[in-house]
């Protein structure tokens, strides 16, 4: 039996698109993108709050 990859797209596909297939990929792509967008500002949230902290202990060290 020959390999799925060897097939064209084609022969994989369950018929042509509908709107509400592209609609809901669509959406999927957009919670996507929120959700990366979310996790990079707590990423660079959780830097900041390391950086800060740095500095801080930093600072104490500096004091006689």
Do not use: C, F, T, Y
Not at 16 to 43: M, Y
Not at 45 to 54: C, G, N
């Amino acid at each position: 039996m020959p390999d799925h990859r060897d097939r064209p797209a084609s022969a994989l596909a369950h018929g042509p698109a509908k709107g509400s297939d592209i609609e809901r990929v669509r959406r999927n792509v957009d919670e996507a993108d929120a959700q990366s967008v979310h996790a990079e500002e707590e990423s660079v949230a959780r830097h900041r709050e390391r950086v800060s902290s740095r500095g801080v202990e930093n600072d104490e060290d500096a004091q006689p």
